[in-house]
């Protein structure tokens, strides 16, 4: 699973269609930074230098922005109120509008690891007031989480950047049991899906969560949330736009719904090498071309998709060995230090126990009803498929239990058991 342009959609309702964040590099020089900021943001010259001399490059702090937020309001009131010029009225709204929305994109979608300033370089998609709705802040603003996470993912990285509150709401909206949270009752879908949440204190301690990942059933997975919310925030089809999304020309990522199908409500094939869709060797620029024209080639289209899921969690027989195989979704190692096998992977594929009994009843009675009709071909792929399919959680559950009593843990539990009650017997006797 993975976050997708369809989560950024229906969790903060902000745009995933429009022209990606362009710019060259992180961030801007001073120079550079210092007339925009004077431009756009009515900023004394020798403020902004002195701004960025403390934030050590062309970065602004969350304090001073807010403070020329509050004087430029101050002067566009003071302004008004006098009748000066339209103009001069104007300008000063806008660049306490501009103060706003910077302040406002800095503390949420592009937050930095810092968490102290935003960069000046996000002013430049804020110059023109007429045109911030047609910027395409979603796939940037998901590009820019991405990186943070591929960082954190690994060693020696001590803190985390990007929206962590669509991280947090996203966590949330698909997994039941994970973290601490509160759903408000008086929440409606006109708002953003991530509003119906209220987090509260998860646990303390790190190990904690891995366990909680690891042994976390498929019944506690909701692929698909956003059902309800359709009506407020209908599916985009940009969303299965394959490819790299990009905030700017340093921070790059794939998007590759293709990997995540049960997401999107069907079955979930292996999928192709992600070399394939995200093809090395692009820049900014023929980035942008093949997001905009994303049906010629950056598209999974309705053959690539497969079938709908009967279950939410279901997938074709063979991927979950080949997911072990080329990823690691165990976060802590085996308790006796045993590899995880190929063989005994597909519990991953059942939630709980199962009731053999009642599976075989089902398909035999599936079976049954199906011999004494009149069947042709094609009617009886589709039977064999299915009882094929139903099969498939009686077989994972056999091989787990299999596992377990090869292992021996059952006989020593049994056994375990037994020696108790002899010794209690002995206790109470004496």
Not at 148 to 177: E, V
Not at 197 to 209: A, N
């Amino acid at each position: 699973m993975t976050i997708t342009l369809d989560d950024v959609s229906s969790l903060l309702h902000i745009p995933i269609t429009g022209k990606m964040l362009d710019h060259n590099g992180t961030s801007c020089t001073k120079e550079d930074g210092e007339e925009m900021c004077v431009e756009y943001l009515n900023f004394p010259i020798s403020k902004c230098k002195k701004e960025f001399q403390k934030m050590k490059g062309a970065h602004i702090g969350f304090k001073a922005l807010k403070d020329l937020y509050l004087d430029n309001l101050k002067d566009a009131l003071k302004a008004e109120r006098l009748k000066k010029p339209a103009e001069d009225v104007e300008f000063l709204r806008e660049c306490t509008i501009r103060c706003y929305l910077l302040y406002l994109i800095g503390a949420t979608i592009f937050t930095n690891k810092s968490m102290q300033y935003v960069d000046v370089i996000f002013l430049t998609y804020l110059r023109d007031l007429s045109l911030v709705n047609t910027w395409n802040w979603g796939a940037s603003g998901l590009a820019y989480l991405y990186n943070y996470l591929d960082a954190a993912s690994r060693p020696r990285c001590g803190n985390h950047g990007g929206y962590n509150c669509l991280f947090q709401a996203w966590i949330m909206a698909h997994f039941k049991t994970f973290g601490g949270r509160f759903v408000d009752e008086r929440y409606t879908h006109d708002n953003p899906y991530a509003a119906r949440f209220l987090p509260l204190k998860g646990p303390k301690f790190p190990g904690q969560h891995r366990s909680a990942l690891d042994t976390m059933r498929m019944d506690e997975v909701v692929f698909c949330p956003y059902e309800e919310h359709r009506q407020t925030r209908p599916f985009q089809d940009i969303s299965w736009y394959t490819g790299w999304i990009m905030c700017g020309s340093a921070i790059i990522n794939p998007h590759l719904p293709e990997r995540v199908l049960r997401q999107f409500g069907h079955v979930q094939s292996i999928p192709r090498h992600p070399d394939v869709s995200a093809k090395a060797g692009m820049n900014r620029f023929t980035i942008a071309d093949a997001f905009a024209s994303y049906l010629t080639a950056n598209y999974v289209t309705e053959e690539m998709r497969g079938p709908k899921v009967v279950r939410a969690f279901d997938t074709v027989p063979g991927y979950i060995p080949w997911l072990y195989r080329v990823s690691h979704p165990k976060i802590l190692p085996p308790v006796e230090a045993d590899p995880p096998t190929h063989a005994s992977l597909e519990e991953d594929n059942v939630s709980g126990e199962c009731d053999v009994s009642e599976v075989t009843k089902k398909v035999r009675a599936d079976l049954r009803k199906a011999l004494d009709g009149q069947l042709n071909l094609a009617d009886a792929l589709v039977v064999i498929e299915k009882a094929y399919t139903d099969l498939e959680p009686v077989d994972a559950y056999l091989v787990r239990r299999k596992r377990k009593r090869d292992s021996g843990e059952g006989t020593k539990k049994r056994k375990k058991k037994k020696k108790t009650t002899t010794e209690d017997a002995g206790t109470s006797s004496l």
